[in-house]
């Protein structure tokens, strides 16, 4: 295999000849077409978050331009993308080894346009229903969907060594795209930055003027853009195409179910308490600019992602995912001590938002490690439930399994979009209070934390790591 020419070790975008676990390989080449794909799959996944969640945005201005939803049905509105994008996670986790990252990157970025124009369009009618803004939410789910598959795709081109960074890189600065339209959103909506063609202003009450169908076309361009250079610029591997029937043998691994549990405790809680940021500090801080801050929380999640997963690789990925949600248990404790709590207790903004940080910045670092976590699981279950299998296929089958795992829990994570803004809107409407949402997940944190110790962190472990 070392002495294939050229000409035969990649035809077109395809690469033939791909070892990354061979130092010399990937000294010669390897590691410079990894990290073209990766930084080519970076910014079209963090434009998929930045549509994904440019709905938390939407919905919190919706009031403010004549638009008479209940907090409840807000709630929804900011949940769907998050259930949409879930759902279509579970089908993207399969589609890598069948179509290829190159045409899937693409065709997945330009799906996007989908979301980003209708909301533009539907804001600008003051006669848009309620109904036609839920499917406008489900169609945001696209950019949902592209992480599952974004990461597959990249989890295929690493070795083991360094497949933890890179994993934490692409998803970190991935999942920076929700902080960066939180940021950029309420920016845009302030002025005609599309002129006459942008469409006009809504006139608020007190005479502002906002363009919030901005929120929408300002993604257009650089979609378009990012869709070119994956077109262009990527590759798919020969080895990594699969059927839907091999692919399925995850489904059939335990702990592909347990990581399912720890990356919803991580992943789950991030892209949930992202999308529903924005609508607590509002309902629970009526005073306070809830957009002026919103955007920060995803910003710590995303950062701190992409610049602790070389942590893991060095300390071992279970021992990390456990202290993380033994700082998540404190973190929303002290969430839920500084809200307001009845009328003569208006609760601290700095003290809820301080706890809030620690939050995101844990949820990023459990994002890395358990991600780390899983091609180490496999490379110790692979040989246990297969041994027939050695050499090449062996490798073949873990890398396969192993992004497979990556890309379904993600998936099931992503559920979190959805449950944890509905969660918010249920107790506030039961209760008048977000507080029981947040003693439930503090439970979830509580379990996530055992079952890291069960399988992964004592001396006894099953499958260490």
Known sequence: MANIPQSTAQQGHTLIDWRPEDPQFWAAK?????????????PNLLLAFSVWMVWSVVVARLPA??????????FWLAA???????????????????FG?????????????????????????PDTSYTWFLILAVLCGFGGGNFASSMANIAYFYPKATKGN????????GNLGVSVMQFLVPIVITTSVFGAIGGQAQVLPGGEHLWLQNAGFVWVPFI??????????????????????????????????????LYTGTFGSFIGYSAGFPLLIRTQFPDVNALSYAFLGPLVGALSRAATGWVSDRFGGGRVTFWVFVG???????????????????GNFWGFFIAFMALFFLTGVGNASTFQMIPSIMKQ???????????????????????????????IAAYGAFFIPKAYGTSIALTGAPNDALWWFMGFYMLCAAVTWTFYTRKSAPVPC
């Open 80 to 98: 769907m993308p998050g259930l949409s994008g879930a759902s279509l996670r579970i089908v993207y986790t399969f589609v890598i080894p069948i």
């Open 101 to 125: 990252g190159r045409l899937w990157t693409t065709l997945s970025t330009l799906s996007l346009l989908l979301p980003a124009l209708g909301a533009g369009f539907a804001v600008q009618n």
């Open 224 to 261: 378009l853009i990012s869709a070119l250079l994956a077109w262009f610029g990527m590759n798919d591997i020969a080895d990594a195409k699969a059927s839907v029937r091999e692919q399925m043998s995850i489904l059939g691994r335990f702990h592909n179910w347990v990581m399912c549990l």
């Open 30 to 42: 390897g590691r410079a077409i990894a990290t073209r794909n990766l930084w080519i799959s970076i």
């Open 65 to 74: 331009i004549g638009f008479a939803f209940d907090t409840n049905q807000l």
């Open 328 to 346: 998540m248990i404190a973190a929303v404790y002290g969430v839920i001590a500084f809200l307001p709590s009845g009328t003569e207790d208006p």
């Open 381 to 411: 279950e692979i040989p246990r439930l297969l041994p027939q299998l050695e050499g090449p296929v062996a490798q073949r089958t873990i890398e396969r399994e192993s992004a497979g795992i990556v890309a379904f829990t993600s998936a």
């Open 166 to 173: 890179a994993l934490a890189l692409n998803a970190g600065l």
